[in-house]
């Protein structure tokens, strides 16, 4: 099974193919299931994958394909006493509400993004202030101990003068 760690890994056309290919496949449901039921929630799908993996451009570009492949499965069925204007507006309606899902998933990443980046300088400068402590405890301890040693020497050479 393809994880979304696998995904990340793919060149951007793949997600995006995958996108294409699920909108394509969803309006042939639409078609097939007829106009009594709606298959938003599962257009939303590759309108995601397509805004996280690729980016926002290519998310609209999902979108707009998303509420065109709706509005043609939706005017192919020709539903008695209804108006060709209304299939219009519910595909604009449909076609704001997916650009409205694009805008804020993009942003949702966009600011995970700055987040990531700003808890790694974070973590980069706590690291490398770590190493400059660990450094001049290094040094502190060798001058302690370069202290005790002359400390030691001092001693015994002041035995010495004081035994001769």
Known sequence: MISWEHLTKFPKWVPLALGVFGVLLLGVLDYLTGPELAFSLFYLL????????????????????????????????????????????????????????????????????????????????????????KRLSRQSRSQMSSCDSLRRTSRRRVRRSALQ
Do not use: C
Not at 77 to 104: E, K, M, Q, T
Not at 105 to 117: G, I, M, P, T, V
């Open 46 to 133: 590759p309108i995601f994958l397509v805004t996280w993996m690729v980016g926002r451009t290519a998310g609209v570009s999902i979108a707009v394909l998303g509420a065109v492949t709706w509005l043609v499965a939706d005017l192919a069925w020709d539903v008695p006493n209804s108006s060709v204007i209304v299939h219009y507006w519910n595909g604009a309606v449909r076609l704001g509400f997916f650009l409205i899902v694009v805008r804020l998933l993009s942003a949702w990443k966009q600011n995970k993004e700055e987040k990531e980046k700003a808890l790694k300088n974070i973590l980069s400068a706590l690291s490398g202030e770590n190493a400059v402590r």
